[in-house]
């Protein structure tokens, strides 16, 4: 299971999703333990108060203050979960309705507009997909005619929630649209473009990134892929 994703190929559990080689992609060390401290810090000021707390007080504060990334991380998903079923419905003439949540509501508002302003024939949506040659397995969220600048090529499309659009590309989410486009190439299909979609979950303002250097990417996914397999080995020292 990968995510909410469980992958079989006859018969057989695939052992690596997609996202789990892009889990792989190199992150600067203490990037993560950098972006914890930063959420509870800013839960810890917005939830100081002047009024002493007694000891099983104090343990509950700090209970809260050190969750509050896990609370952060959960909430993103939700929010990226909901956008993605908004779209996915929207794209089979489902009529969905917006989010009762408003900060949910304007992500999909923002998706929305830009699917109506730039895709012209969904090809395929929440399509799972198997690599004969990689031996791994994914969901692409979207294959789309577009139109506009780019009329009648053909897209694989990501959609990805980010804190803001000023956020720095991850390596993982080029790889990941990277690995999708090879995978359907390999199953016979013309893609031309790869379409990183992002939408701020702050503000629910979209932008589009089309992917350059396709064969250099492939070489970065394959690097992944290795890694995801590595597994060292040891013996005992005599």
Not at 31 to 47: D, T
Not at 168 to 189: C, F, N, P, V, W
């Amino acid at each position: 299971t990968h995510g909410n994703h469980r992958y079989m190929w006859n018969n057989e559990k695939v052992d690596l999703s997609v996202s789990a080689v892009c889990n792989s992609f190199a992150t600067p060390f203490g990037a993560a333990s950098g972006w914890a401290a930063k959420v509870i810090r800013e839960e810890l000021l917005r939830s100081y108060d002047d009024e002493p707390l007694d000891r099983e007080g104090f343990a509950d504060w700090a209970k809260t203050l050190c969750s509050a990334p896990r609370r952060v991380s959960k909430l993103a998903a939700d929010i990226g979960t909901e956008v993605h079923q908004f779209i996915e419905d929207k794209s089979n003439d489902l009529r969905p309705e917006l989010s009762i949540d408003p900060e949910i509501a304007r992500c999909q508002r923002g998706v929305a507009a830009w699917y109506d302003q730039n895709v012209d024939q969904v090809l395929s949506s929440e399509r799972r997909i198997y690599s004969l040659k990689w031996k791994i397995a994914g969901t692409v969220d979207m294959v789309a005619k577009m139109k506009n600048g780019r009329n009648g090529r053909i897209a694989v499309i990501d959609w990805k929630g980010v804190t803001g659009l000023d956020a720095s590309i991850k390596d993982g989410h080029i790889g990941q649209l990277t690995a999708y486009r090879e995978m359907l190439t390999e199953a016979g299909e013309t893609i031309d473009d790869c379409l990183l979609v992002r939408f701020s979950r702050k503000t629910g303002e979209v932008d589009a990134l089309v992917l350059k250097d396709h064969e250099l990417n492939v070489k970065a996914f394959e690097a992944a892929l290795h890694l995801a397999r590595y597994k060292p080995q040891t013996e005992n020292f005599q």
